[in-house]
């Protein structure tokens, strides 16, 4: 919490109803304070040019103690002087040396950080925590800000993005191919990159992110690729009338060095990021590992997987 740290300050508290046994007024008990304890200017002294007022107060030695001050001697009205502590209490309190405002209105700052777990999850929690726990008085509200406000709108924008991002790339494949049914077949290098980037996010512990999510639309691109370029040798094997066996696995063979190369350019580069632990690494950390571990899962499961859904899905066809 934001604490106000106060500094000692001195507090005189005058009763109304001892002032007016005395017939003293607020104005006359003020007028005196202000004299005796801060000082009051009483005329000016000149020299040459310049003039300075000269300060009416009590010598130190008569206002250091709470004890001092009460035995000033406040008049009354029939002339008498009576103590100030006979209408007054004083003592010392602690006050804010500093008060935080926001909007016109003063605001105390609770702060939290967040280790070892996502910032979305922490975020809906403690609220849910806090509304069932806190209860404020009618006139305080309470506020959540901080880092999580950037990623709800980051969120949103994500929400926007990859959706558009993936009709982009089905729309690029069936300009390439041409026809329905091998886009599809390209198409699953998608759920492919989906399946390495969350092994390799869950083998690190590392928690999902913007971040991540952000290194999820770089893998969907690269990770298309892998079957733009395996689709493309096995159909160009299959027009040279080879048997449809045979293209898928001359094409997988003529086809490991180029892909493999593809994934290792990528996963190499971002290797360093990937590793980091410095100032920063927070950020660009998850997209590393998504990109580095996403593009290896994504290289073994095309290889494995894209060559047998080819076969099944033209077994039955000539082509």
């Known amino acids: 919490m934001y604490k106000n740290i106060g500094l000692p300050e001195l507090k005189i508290q005058l009763h109304d109803s001892k002032m007016a046994k005395y017939g003293i007024q607020t104005r006359d008990v003020q007028a005196v304070i202000e004299m005796t304890i801060g000082g009051q200017a009483a005329t ?20 250091d103690t709470p004890t001092k ?8 009205s029939n002339g008498q002087n009576i103590p100030l502590q006979e209408i007054a209490s004083i003592n010392y309190q602690t006050g ?9 209105s003063r605001y105390i700052g609770v702060g939290f950080s967040i280790d070892g777990r996502d910032l979305g999850s922490t975020i809906a929690e ?15 509200h309470m506020e959540w800000a901080g880092e999580f406000e950037s990623k709800e709108r980051a969120a949103k924008q994500l929400a926007l993005v990859v959706p558009i991002s993936l009709v982009l790339i089905l729309l690029l494949l069936y300009a390439n191919f041409g026809n329905i049914k091998d886009t599809a077949i390209a198409s699953l290098t998608l759920p492919f990159a989906f399946i390495g980037g969350f092994i390799s996010l869950w083998a690190t512990g590392t928690i999902f992110g913007i971040s991540a999510g952000i290194g999820f639309i770089i ?3 690269v990770a298309t690729i892998d ?18 066996k045979d293209s898928i696995i001359h094409g997988v063979r003529s086809r490991i060095r180029p892909v493999v190369m593809i994934a290792l350019m990528g996963s190499m ?3 360093p990021a990937a590793l980091s632990t410095g100032m920063g690494s ?23 997987i894209l060559p047998v859904v080819f076969y099944l899905a033209y077994r039955k066809e000539k082509v």
Do not use: W
Not at 69 to 76: D, V, Y
Not at 126 to 140: D, G
Not at 233 to 239: F, S
């Open 269 to 271: 580069g971002l290797l």
């Open 227 to 244: 079957g733009i370029v395996l689709i493309g040798v096995i159909r160009d094997n299959l027009r040279h009338k080879m048997k449809l």
């Open 44 to 63: 000016t002294f000149y020299e040459g040019d310049r003039q300075f007022d000269v300060i009416l107060r009590f010598q130190e030695a008569y206002r």
């Open 126 to 140: 403690a609220k849910q925590v806090v509304a069932a726990e806190v209860s404020l008085p009618k006139e305080n």
């Open 69 to 76: 001050i009460g035995q000033i001697l406040i008049p009354t």
């Open 282 to 304: 927070e950020i660009q950390k998850p997209l590393a590992i998504m990109i580095v571990g996403g593009l290896l899962i994504c290289l073994v499961l095309s290889f494995t």
């Open 219 to 221: 893998l969907f691109g």
């Open 96 to 104: 804010p040396a500093f008060i935080y405002r926001e909007g016109n």
